[in-house]
């Protein structure tokens, strides 16, 4: 079975990336989402760029792009929203991608939370598997355990992630969701005056949770 197999078995349509309004503007500029590691290198991201976490401890692997499986991970985005930038005026974004990027060369996936102890990496369709078991190790005696409501196409522990190398073209970007009519207005606006096209915006604020 090819990761586009279990892709398909499970009915994971998108590949989430959440973003502040102020990361849109960059990647929408750059055509890309760059990895951490990539930042630097462009000058008007540097102007641009303003990191979800504060402070990262995973910086052997800041040469990957953080993405989440058909939900983004509710806990660091309340942390990020509600504790390091929660003064700051800006608003945020998630960027839906074709879940057929997970298929790509180079995508490794983890379990769990990239620093957790209990985290397994793996590529390929044993790696994407390895995200539905019935039960995932998180840390110390942390388990994550899969129920009969959890969705075909959500990864055991929400907290997992697929790890896309250096950048992700938004040339497979579909979808932005934003939480407001007024932040609609703001995106579309950009999408315009950057010509993009095949790209929705779209008011959602249950993306978010």
């Known amino acids: 079975m090819s990761v586009a197999s279990v892709v ?32 630097p290198t462009e000058k008007y991201l540097e102007y641009v760029y303003s990191p979800n976490c504060v402070k990262r401890y995973d910086a052997p692997w800041f040469g990957y792009v953080n993405l989440s499986i058909s939900r983004i991970n509710s806990s660091l985005f309340d942390v990020a929203s509600g504790r390091w930038h929660r003064d700051s005026d800006l608003w945020w974004c998630v960027l839906a991608f074709d879940s057929v990027v997970l298929s790509h060369p180079g995508v490794l996936f983890a ?3 990239n620093m957790y102890s209990g985290v397994s990496r793996a590529s390929g369709e044993v790696g994407l598997n390895a995200l539905f078991e019935s039960e995932v190790p998180q840390y110390l005696a942390r388990v994550a355990r899969r129920s009969s409501v959890t969705p075909l196409n959500q990864p055991t522990c929400f907290q997992a992630e697929a790890l896309y190398p250096k950048s992700l073209s938004i040339g497979f970007l579909r979808t932005i969701y934003v939480a407001t009519p007024e932040h609609e207005d703001v995106v579309c606006g950009q999408l315009f005056m950057l010509d993009i096209s095949g790209v929705s915006c779209v008011v959602c604020p249950e993306r978010f949770s």
């Not at 009915?11 to 973003?19: K, R």
């Not at 102020?22 to 500029?29: F, Q």
Request: hydrophobic letters at 35%; one cysteine or more; charged letters at 25%.
């Open 8 to 39: 398909l078995e499970r009915g994971i349509e998108e590949v989430l990336h959440f973003t502040t309004n102020k990361g849109v503007v960059g990647i929408l500029a750059s055509g890309c989402v760059k990895s951490r590691g990539e930042l």
């Open 111 to 113: 379990t769990t939370n």
